[in-house]
T-cell receptor
Framework: QKEVEQNSGPLSVPEGAIASLNCTYSDRGSQSFFWYRQYSGKSPELIMFIYSNGDKEDGRFTAQLNKASQYVSLLIRDSQPSDSATYLCAVTNYTGTASKLTFGTGTRLQVTL | AAGVIQSPRHLIKEKRETATLKCYPIPRHDTVYWYQQGPGQDPQFLISFYEKMQSDKGSIPDRFSAQQFSDYHSELNMSSLELGDSALYFC????????????FGPGTRLTVL
């Protein structure tokens, strides 16, 4: 079992709809949670990060964290075709002076016209 | 804003050759991370450096070595290249090492023939 689990998709949503991406993690010691967007052949681009239980909003994006359930989600409101990409969930567990990211396999999002 | 710089962007090598990948972090960032991403896979952590000292080590083969220099740039040296080393290699940087978000460079695509 992977440490970070995501549904690989594809998740297909119509333009203007809300896309909901989910992620679960197995290490209860995980402390920080990140969502990256990755277009094919490109590098991961940081969208959101969250440390505390609850919601965090940034523009069209909302990250939600529930540490008790070991669950992180990303909501994308008013989805646009340009949002079509793979969304990677990543977690860190502080083990030293630099916290490595452990990634899920990503969810491919398709926003249809 | 300045981003992480990686060079070269593309590299083609023969089996058993050596390769050196370079990474220049975002100015004032003191932590560098290296990740390897195979086709259709999520990024896998290789190694990290904080203030020019190795901080954490992941699934990095013994054939690979890395260091961070006094100007904070980092180099990943890969020897006795194998076909399976063909992948995207990303460098990421952060400020402070712990909890802080990591920003990825554009990556180096290594092809081993």
């Amino acid at each position: 079992q992977k440490e970070v689990e995501q549904n690989s998709g594809p998740l297909s949503v119509p333009e203007g709809a809300i896309a909901s991406l989910n992620c679960t993690y197995s290490d209860r010691g995980s402390q920080s949670f990140f969502w990256y967007r990755q277009y094919s052949g490109k590098s991961p681009e940081l969208i959101m990060f969250i440390y505390s239980n609850g919601d965090k909003e940034d523009g069209r994006f909302t990250a939600q964290l529930n540490k008790a359930s070991q669950y992180v989600s990303l909501l994308i409101r008013d989805s646009q075709p340009s949002d079509s990409a793979t969304y990677l969930c990543a977690v860190t567990n502080y083990t030293g002076t630099a916290s490595k990211l452990t990634f899920g396999t990503g969810t491919r999002l398709q926003v249809t016209l | 804003a300045a981003g992480v710089i990686q060079s070269p962007r593309h590299l083609i090598k023969e089996k058993r050759e050596t390769a050196t990948l370079k990474c220049y972090p975002i100015p004032r960032h003191d932590t560098v991370y290296w990740y390897q991403q195979g086709p259709g896979q999520d990024p896998q952590f290789l190694i990290s450096f904080y203030e020019k000292m190795q901080s954490d080590k992941g699934s990095i083969p013994d054939r690979f070595s890395a260091q961070q220099f006094s100007d904070y740039h980092s180099e990943l040296n890969m020897s006795s290249l194998e076909l399976g080393d063909s992948a995207l290699y990303f460098c990421a940087s952060s400020f402070g090492g712990r909890f802080n978000e990591q920003f990825f460079g554009p990556g180096t695509r290594l092809t081993v023939l």
